[in-house]
């Protein structure tokens, strides 16, 4: 299907990342220009936009000043800027139940994940009001809709992403671009680095897929092709302030008992 994103401007925060190599990757495919936003792993995204012909771009979100040079500087690396894929995340692998939690973690994650994504949003919204079109696509977690024990700062932030900040910014957008969108997309168990450790315990994945309809971890791609499917206006320009799950039909509850050894 034609996705009508060949020649737009995409800017992919957290690029270099598991999720956010294959977004950028699959931005490619379509014939975008895509700018692969890293904040330390320079070598990685270097070689991506080697591979993909897009351009490394170094910022700090947590920085106001760094992130307000970010879209100006993918506009002029690109020519244009047309997406924003608000993909930069944290998640602590410790887990952390809530009354041992140093507030410094607390503050680090909501800081990478909440105060990352508002100002990236801001950003890019400000070139949009110049422009008059744009649309974004955060990458939330299943985290922010059913939560994760020892994991409350991760799921805290995510969850006011998917709801306050995205259902906001759906009404304001159109406000400075009358067929500008917002939407989320939600993964859950992704194989990635960040989830490498805790991935590669023989023990772990029969217990998370527990929950989960399908029992399989995703995929990175599986992620990348929804990104992609939201952020086409031909594919989906009547969709907006929605929340996609890509998560095998993830949960709150047991759908499969554990086989005994």
């Known amino acids: 299907m034609e996705t009508g994103l060949n020649g737009k ?36 995204a270097a070689q991506l936009a080697k591979e993909t012909g897009g351009v490394a771009l170094a910022a700090d979100l947590t920085i106001e000043a ?37 507030l410094e973690r607390w ?3 909501t800081a990478v994940n909440l105060d990352g994504t508002f ?22 977690s299943t985290a922010g809709l059913i939560g994760e024990a020892g994991h409350a700062d991760y799921a805290a932030s995510k969850s006011a992403l998917i709801t306050g900040l995205a259902k906001s910014l759906k009404n304001e957008i159109t406000r400075i671009a009358p067929n500008g969108r917002v939407n989320v997309v939600c993964p859950g168990w992704t194989a990635t680095d960040m989830t490498r450790d805790v ?23 599986d992620v990348a092709r929804v990104v992609v499917s939201l952020a086409s206006d031909h594919i989906s320009g009547h969709v907006t302030g929605e929340v996609i799950t890509v998560a095998g039909g993830m949960e709150g509850r047991v759908l499969h008992e554990l086989e005994d050894d």
């Open 9 to 44: 401007g995409v800017l992919v925060t957290g690029g270099a990342g598991g999720i956010g190599s294959s977004v950028v990757r699959a931005f490619a495919e379509e014939g975008a220009k895509v700018a692969i936003h890293y904040r330390t792993n320079d070598e990685r």
């Open 66 to 102: 760094e992130v307000d040079r970010l879209v100006p500087d993918a506009v002029a690396a690109l020519g244009r800027l047309d997406v924003l894929v608000a993909n930069a995340g944290y998640w602590p692998a410790d887990d952390v139940p809530l009354w041992d939690m140093p």
């Open 107 to 109: 503050r680090r994650t």
């Open 119 to 140: 100002l990236s949003c801001r950003a890019f919204l400000r070139h949009v009001a110049q422009t008059g079109e744009g649309n974004i696509v955060m990458i939330g």
């Open 199 to 221: 991935i590669d315990d023989p023990s772990f994945v029969p217990t998370i897929t527990r929950t989960m309809a399908m029992q399989k971890i995703g995929r990175a791609e």
